[in-house]
């Protein structure tokens, strides 16, 4: 079945504790991307990759960072979480520069 | 992108056709209308996207108009689990967009 899986689903965590979160897809798509979702704010953009070894910032890139050294995974790491950062995520993927995009289940992050 | 409004709430009935309008009267012609949904905290969804020529697949029809000001997209048979909250954007084709979601319609189906 193609998917895009995320893992935690759930997390709780405390202020500077450095934790990752996992984006992992299985349509061999180029495009990777990550968003937060915030009430009244909709969805943003954090990082997006075109390709293995390709990433670039989007609209509210600061405190994450993304790795992409496989093309299937592209892991949202946060190195020192902040309670702003508590928010809904969702890793997304693509083929090419598609519009069409299919996004994971979603990580709800907690930092307190 | 051109800005898009959609109606706040909708309600809809069990197996009735749910029409949810869209407006995007800014649009360029190069830019498509894209749908997507996100049931409760799920991940959105992609349900169908189209230029000009009205659009059909397995789980939408998408009407767009002569002008493309606006559009609608059809739930022929809507079920409960087509609760959901729906994004009409406005994209050009194959950019690489990212996806920025507004407001949407909060789409209630209800038995």
């Known amino acids: 079945e193609a998917q895009v899986t995320q893992n935690p689903r759930y997390l709780i965590t405390v202020t500077g504790k450095k934790l990752t979160v996992t984006c992992s897809q299985n349509?061999?798509?180029?495009?990777m991307s990550w968003y937060r979702q915030d009430p009244g704010l909709g969805l943003r953009q954090i990082y997006y990759?075109?390709?293995?070894?390709?990433?670039d910032k989007g609209d509210v890139p600061e405190g994450y960072k993304v790795s992409r050294k496989e093309k299937r995974n592209f892991p949202l790491i946060l190195e020192s979480p902040s309670p702003n950062q508590t928010s809904l995520y969702f890793c997304?993927?693509?083929?090419?520069?598609?519009?069409?995009?299919?996004f994971g289940p979603g990580t709800r992050l907690t930092v307190l | 992108d051109a800005k898009t409004t959609q109606p706040p709430s909708m309600d809809c009935a069990e197996g009735r056709a749910a029409n949810l309008p869209c407006n995007h009267s800014?649009?360029?012609?190069?830019?498509?209308v894209y749908w997507y949904r996100q049931i409760h905290s799920q991940g959105p969804q992609y349900i169908i996207h189209?230029?000009?020529n009205n659009e059909t697949n397995e789980m939408a029809s998408l009407i767009i108009t002569e002008d493309r000001k606006s559009s609608t997209l059809i739930l022929p048979h809507a079920t409960l689990r087509d609760t959901a909250v729906y994004y009409c954007?406005?994209?050009?084709?194959?950019?690489?967009?990212?996806?920025?979601f507004g407001g949407g319609t909060r789409l209630m189906v209800k038995p």
């Open positions: 997304a993927s693509t083929q090419g520069t598609r519009n069409e995009q299919f």
């Open positions: 349509m061999n798509h180029e495009y």
């Open positions: 990759s075109m390709n293995v070894e390709v990433t």
């Open positions: 800014t649009i360029s012609g190069n830019e498509y």
């Open positions: 189209g230029l000009k």
């Open positions: 954007i406005a994209l050009y084709h194959n950019a690489g967009n990212m996806l920025t």
